[in-house]
């Protein structure tokens, strides 16, 4: 015999070695030899394929890791469709599915019981023996190509055992086996640990991070990740000798694979359920997270009679846990300012591991929610979690509450900008309506850049919040402050190849600023829209420009006079009007009128040429209108608007006086000269009607 072929018997001796303890190991949870002689057969065996790579085949158990970069996650069609599971939320769903196999076969027939692991499911398709692909469950039709990375978990056999072989059906050579991938609850809370360390944004629970750790672009990735397999289907069960479920886990076993062992025959009701009950306690002391039980027709036979439904098999339900609730210490209440402005109060809670995650975190929605719930700073509070759900703080522990709690309220001013929160009356929620509240800059940047609006070409997402991230832009007026250079020299925060920060460049630059320079001449309705009043959509905007065709108009309208205009309710007017009497936004109005954006409409005024109702009068303005809080300014271009002069001094010629609060000279002068004067709430009649009050012409 040559040495070439002494070589390849040993290797070979060596594989199938290794493979029949990695089965022990993990099939049988019952290891013959120790980690240390076990890594001393791997080494060797390692040794020998660096000395002779022609020996190298892809399913030896040194090839785990690598070499098949880049074929990962292209699609692949299942052999078939991966379903899944409908839910039993609890017992009496539970029941009522198994009355529905009852009737299906006129007696009670045997059920398999099995845990529903919380990971990732996975296809793997093993030809004639080997392993020649793994994907991932995707759409139920077709799922992505995970090979190079499944090959580095240890638990699948890269190669069925020959035992298992014999119950193949003849003439079979491929068989797609079905399970579930999953991360260990304490790997997951290494990982955790880990990530926070090098400051990495955590895995939100152990089925994430399995998720996550599959679908690595890297195997070697992946291979560091402590990822386990639980086996329990096959995709076509006429493939295999096998007659139910729970001969299927025995062959699977026999196969090499890693078999939950928590499984149990059922035949009559009280049965599954005392089976789902165990379960259920048992849960917290398992190494690995579950949220349910899978209850299976047993007889392949049966299921076939059963079949499917569009979404998922007649002849299974999963039934799922009750939401897991846990007590904590409500540290604070903080408020998120949204990208839209919105105000959320959030519950900040003393780290707490609810249904397998860590919540530190939760909504309360809205100050109605958190008065409902009666829940305060300092309170020991109940929070629930099920399943995929997000964390809800379902209430105070009363008995536990410090006698010096306080209810809680919204603060008065935007935590992230200062400006005054307003709440409509029929709304739950408080809003920052501040157009330069930095929480809301990216949206409403890209809000007036879009095509309904000022259409500003080219003006994306992701340049928008690199011209955020650089502070060179934070409100709508900013845009217009851009130069070429400066944009051809934004940093879109990656590199190239050569590891140079990317720019935008000149050509993209010279076309932006051909954008925003275009969309000055945008009409008066699109800049209204664009301006991203609550509830002013495109159609109001152009209500609105038809009927105060001017900023000044707009500016000074009342909410009444707004409330008049067709297709404007009292909401929609009361929003307007406070968006006008915002001083961010008064700022950011006149910062875009004076670089050139359109601040009226084109068109000559409907009935422009005609009378207004204060033409030939002349007015003063002194003091300041507090009540309406409108600036001197914003009052003389509503004067102006309809038709009146307003000057700066007052002489004989002077119509009327109006004087607001702390009224000097010119309101002695009034008085001295005999000009009617006018307070502000006769100021305010006479906008709103165009008339001036009765006795004082
Ligand atoms: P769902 O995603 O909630 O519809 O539940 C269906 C999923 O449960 C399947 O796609 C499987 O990935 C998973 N699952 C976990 N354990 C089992 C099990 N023992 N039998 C069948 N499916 C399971």
């Known amino acids: 015999m040559s040495d070439q072929t002494e070589l390849s018997k040993r290797v070979e001796a060596l594989r199938q070695e290794i493979e029949h303890?990695?089965?022990?190991?993990?099939?049988?949870?019952?290891?013959?030899?120790?980690?240390?002689?076990?890594?001393?057969?791997?080494?060797?065996?390692?040794?020998?394929?660096?000395?002779h790579p022609e020996l190298i085949v892809p399913q030896s158990p040194t090839q785990r890791v690598g070499g098949y970069v880049g074929e990962q996650f292209s699609p692949v069609v299942h052999e078939q469709r991966m379903y899944s599971l409908d839910n039993a939320m609890d017992f009496g769903e539970l029941d009522a599915w198994l009355d529905r196999v009852e009737d299906a076969f006129g007696k009670m027939v045997d059920v398999c019981c099995e845990l529903k692991i919380d990971g990732s499911s996975i296809a793997l398709t093993y030809e004639d023996g080997l392993l020649i692909r793994a994907a991932t469950r995707g759409d139920?039709?077709?799922?992505?190509?995970?090979?190079?990375?499944?090959?580095?978990?240890?638990?699948?056999?890269?190669?069925?055992?020959?035992?298992?072989?014999?119950?193949?059906?003849?003439?079979?050579?491929s068989l797609e086996l079905r399970g579930e991938v999953y991360m260990p609850k304490s790997s997951f809370e290494m990982l955790n640990a880990a990530a926070e360390m090098e400051g990495k944004a955590p895995f939100a629970n152990p089925r994430n991070a399995a998720a996550g750790s599959l679908r690595q672009k890297d195997p070697h990735v992946t291979a560091q990740r402590d990822l386990s397999?639980?086996?329990?289907?096959?995709?076509?069960?006429?493939?295999?000798?096998?007659?139910?479920?729970?001969?299927?886990?025995?062959?699977?076993?026999?196969a090499g694979f890693h078999v939950n062992p928590d499984v149990e025959l059922c035949t009559t009701k009280a049965q599954v359920r005392a089976f789902c009950e165990r379960a259920l306690e048992r849960r917290e002391a398992l190494a690995y997270e579950i949220d349910g039980v899978v209850v299976k027709v047993n007889s392949f036979a049966l299921q076939r009679q059963m079949g499917f439904t569009a979404r998922a098999p007649r002849w299974a339900i999963a039934y799922k846990f009750p939401p897991e609730e846990k007590t904590t210490l409500l540290r604070d209440i903080t408020v998120q300012v949204g990208?839209?402005?919105?105000?959320?109060?959030?519950?900040?809670?003393?780290?707490?591991?609810?249904?397998?995650?860590?919540?530190?975190?939760?909504?309360?929605?809205?100050?109605?929610?958190?008065?409902?719930?009666?829940?305060?700073?300092?309170?020991?509070?109940?929070?629930?979690?099920?399943?995929?759900?997000?964390?809800?703080?379902?209430?105070?522990?009363?008995?536990?509450?410090?006698?010096?709690?306080?209810?809680?309220?919204?603060?008065?001013?935007?935590?992230?900008?200062?400006?005054?929160?307003?709440?409509?009356?029929t709304e739950a929620d408080y809003r920052c309506i501040s157009i330069d509240c930095p929480a809301q800059a990216l949206e409403r940047l890209l809000h007036w850049a879009s095509r309904g609006a000022l259409d500003i070409d080219?003006?994306?997402?992701?340049?928008?919040?690199?011209?955020?991230?650089?502070?060179?832009?934070?409100?709508?007026?900013?845009?217009?402050?851009?130069?070429?250079?400066?944009?051809?020299?934004?940093?879109?925060?990656?590199?190239?190849?050569?590891?140079?920060?990317?720019?935008?460049g000149k050509t993209v630059a010279a076309k932006l600023i051909g954008a925003i320079e275009q969309s000055k001449t945008r009409s008066f309705a699109r800049v209204i829209y664009g301006l991203g009043i609550r509830h002013v959509g495109k159609t109001v905007a152009e209500l609105v420009a038809a009927a105060f065709p001017t900023i000044e108009l707009l500016s000074a309208a009342?909410?009444?006079?707004?409330?008049?205009?067709?297709?404007?309710?009292?909401?929609?007017?009361?929003?307007?009007y406070l968006f006008m009497r915002t001083p961010d936004n008064v700022d950011v109005i006149e910062r875009l009128a004076r670089y050139g954006v359109t601040m009226a409409d084109a068109l000559p005024l409907e009935g422009e040429e005609g009378?207004?109702?204060?033409?030939?009068?002349?007015?003063?303005?002194?003091?300041?209108?507090?009540?309406?809080?409108?600036?001197?300014?914003?009052?003389?271009?509503?004067?102006?608007?309809?038709?009146?002069?307003?000057?700066?001094?007052?002489?004989?010629?002077?119509?009327?006086?109006?004087?607001?609060?702390?009224?000097?000279?010119?309101?002695?002068k009034a008085l001295a000269l005999g000009v009617p004067v006018l307070n502000e709430q006769q100021l305010l009649d006479l906008l709103e009607t165009g008339r001036v009050p009765e006795g004082e012409n």
């Not at 240390?36 to 060797?44: G, V, Y």
């Not at 039709?141 to 059906?169: C, F, K, S, W, Y």
């Not at 009342?558 to 307007?576: C, N, W």
């Not at 207004?612 to 509503?638: I, N, Y």
Request: glycine fraction near 8%.
């Open 458 to 504: 080219g003006m994306g997402e992701e340049i928008v919040s690199r011209l955020v991230a650089s502070g060179r832009v934070s409100d709508v007026a900013d845009y217009y402050m851009l130069t070429e250079l400066e944009l051809a020299a934004l940093d879109m925060g990656r590199t190239n190849k050569r590891g140079q920060a990317i720019t935008l």
């Open 140 to 173: 139920g039709t077709t799922g992505e190509d995970v090979t190079a990375n499944m090959r580095t978990v240890r638990d699948i056999p890269l190669r069925l055992r020959a035992e298992a072989m014999d119950d193949i059906v003849a003439g079979v050579d």
């Open 558 to 576: 009342t909410e009444e006079q707004l409330a008049q205009v067709s297709g404007v309710g009292e909401k929609i007017a009361h929003a307007i």
């Open 21 to 51: 303890h990695t089965y022990l190991y993990y099939a049988k949870d019952a290891p013959e030899i120790s980690d240390a002689a076990f890594d001393s057969l791997m080494r060797e065996l390692r040794e020998l394929e660096a000395a």
């Open 611 to 668: 009378e207004k109702p204060l033409d030939g009068l002349t007015f003063v303005l002194t003091g300041s209108l507090v009540q309406s809080g409108m600036t001197r300014d914003e009052a003389g271009s509503a004067l102006k608007a309809l038709g009146a002069k307003v000057t700066g001094s007052v002489s004989k010629k002077t119509s009327y006086v109006v004087a607001g609060e702390e009224a000097g000279s010119k309101l002695d």
């Open 339 to 425: 990208r839209t402005g919105k105000l959320t109060p959030v519950a900040e809670l003393d780290p707490v591991v609810v249904a397998g995650s860590t919540v530190s975190r939760a909504t309360l929605h809205n100050e109605d929610e958190v008065a409902r719930k009666d829940v305060r700073v300092g309170d020991t509070v109940i929070v629930r979690k099920a399943g995929d759900v997000i964390p809800e703080v379902l209430g105070p522990v009363l008995s536990l509450r410090p006698a010096d709690a306080v209810p809680w309220h919204m603060p008065k001013t935007c935590p992230s900008c200062g400006s005054v929160v307003v709440r409509e009356e």
């Open 229 to 254: 397999t639980f086996l329990y289907a096959v995709a076509n069960d006429a493939a295999l000798e096998v007659e139910g479920q729970w001969e299927l886990l025995q062959w699977l076993r026999e």
